[in-house]
């Protein structure tokens, strides 16, 4: 014989177990948008990154434009004067390359310079800023998303004969 209480919490059960069902559906869809919208977030921070990256291209470019239109301006007069800070060994171990590699060749990439030297690229190009800084007159050029670098001839010419960044070279070093 069934009372009246039982038949209750049968009910009851079957409720709980309908209401739990429907939210655990609604945490369901509620989580499908938060990844939904996370993903959409994500694609649009990768977006913006990459703009960026562009971004960063073109305004080098520029200023390296600038660069060469500024040493054109001054003349040649003043480029014999040159004021170069102490550059550190690593520094002046990418110089050396920088002015052997670009003696045979117009330009030299980074990638010449990295594989040289056995470091990153991007510490070549740390190492190159880093030099640029502290007075050495470097032109860049860009093709294809890579970037071509050398000495001025000036600067070469200079260095040759009064040793402007304080390198001393062995003779084994241009031997091989």
């Not at 390296?64 to 239109?69: A, R």
């Not at 054109?72 to 171990?93: A, D, I, P």
């Amino acid at each position: 014989m069934k009372t009246g209480k039982e038949e209750v919490t049968l009910n009851s059960g079957v409720v709980f177990s309908e209401n739990f069902a429907y939210i655990l559906e609604a945490v369901k869809e509620e989580l499908d948008d938060h990844r939904e919208s996370i993903n959409e977030n994500t694609t649009e921070i990768q977006t913006n990154h990459e703009f960026l990256m562009q971004l960063d291209a073109k305004i080098d470019k520029l200023a390296s434009k600038i660069e060469e239109m500024s040493l054109l301006v001054k003349g040649s007069s003043e480029e014999t004067h040159f004021r170069v800070k102490e550059l550190t060994k690593r520094e002046k171990e990418v110089f050396r390359v920088i002015y052997g590699l670009g003696s045979t060749k117009a330009f030299v990439t980074y990638r010449e310079l990295a594989a040289q030297l056995g470091i990153s690229e991007s510490l070549i190009a740390q190492y190159v800023a880093n030099i640029v800084e502290k007075g050495v007159p470097i032109v860049k050029r860009y093709s294809s998303s890579r970037v071509y670098i050398n000495l001025t001839q000036n600067f070469r010419d200079k260095q040759a004969k009064h040793c402007v960044v304080g390198l001393n070279t062995p003779l084994s070093y241009w031997v091989h």
